[in-house]
């Protein structure tokens, strides 16, 4: 199954700033996710990124506030714009393995704003 | 009301016990079902994936998929400190990729 590679891990980022998250995958994949994970709550889908078009957003998320890249079929990239302390969660990439129809994920970065 | 239900925990339970893990959901469509373990600071990581109802065993680990009560259920047993982590449920429709998870519910096996 696919290995995702992501950073960063944590960074601890002043409000009104940007921050871009990477990740890379061993191998070729069509789709790649972007999830959201806040204290206490479940993961939460950004969005839908593929190669060559633009990412789907899901209700409630907005490319102004998180814009996303995917340049090729091995990485992609999400900014969280213009931080408040409300976007201080868990950020985790993801895309389909090849067992079945599971899904892999990287490690997460741990975004705080101050 | 959320999609998907699942109790937080924490669970604590000695080592050698049987621990089970449920979630409930009100969306029909669902036909995809996972679980999920997470440990502290890393990504979740893919235990279980079943198709439609019935039962489906690895190891230690039995999934079960009740879907006239929209009931799904994970089994551990002979569980090991090493099985401490918190339990994520997710499915998704036939055919859709988007993944619907459970609030994850926290399970600690004590020596």
């Known amino acids: 199954s696919a290995v995702i590679s992501q950073k960063p891990s944590r960074d601890i980022c002043q409000r009104g700033t940007s921050l871009t998250i990477q990740c890379q995958v061993d191998s070729q994949v069509t789709m790649m996710f972007w999830y959201r994970q806040q204290p206490g709550q479940s993961l939460t889908l950004i969005a839908t990124?593929?190669?060559?078009?633009?990412?789907?957003?899901e209700s409630g998320f907005v490319i102004d506030k998180f814009p996303i890249s995917r340049p090729n079929l091995t990485f992609s990239t999400l900014t969280v714009s213009n931080m408040s302390p409300e976007d201080s969660s868990i950020y985790l990439c993801?895309?389909?393995?090849?067992?079945?129809?599971?899904?892999?994920f990287g490690s997460g970065t741990r975004l705080t704003v101050v | 009301q959320k999609e998907v239900e699942q109790d937080p925990g924490p669970l604590s339970v000695p080592e050698g016990a049987i621990v089970s893990l449920n979630c409930t959901y009100s969306n029909s469509a669902f036909q995809y079902f996972m679980w999920y373990r997470q440990y502290s600071r890393k990504g979740p990581e893919l235990l279980m994936y079943?198709?439609?109802?019935g039962n489906k065993e690895d190891g230690r680990f039995t999934a079960q998929v009740d879907k006239s009560s929209k009931y799904i259920s994970l089994f551990i047993r002979d569980s090991q400190p090493s099985d401490s982590a918190t339990y994520l449920c997710a499915m998704t429709e036939g055919g859709g990729n988007k993944l619907t998870f459970g609030t994850g519910t926290q399970l600690k096996v004590e020596l």
């Open positions: 990124a593929n190669q060559g078009s633009e990412a789907t957003y």
């Open positions: 993801s895309t389909k393995t090849g067992r079945e129809n599971g899904y892999t």
């Open positions: 079943t198709y439609s109802s």
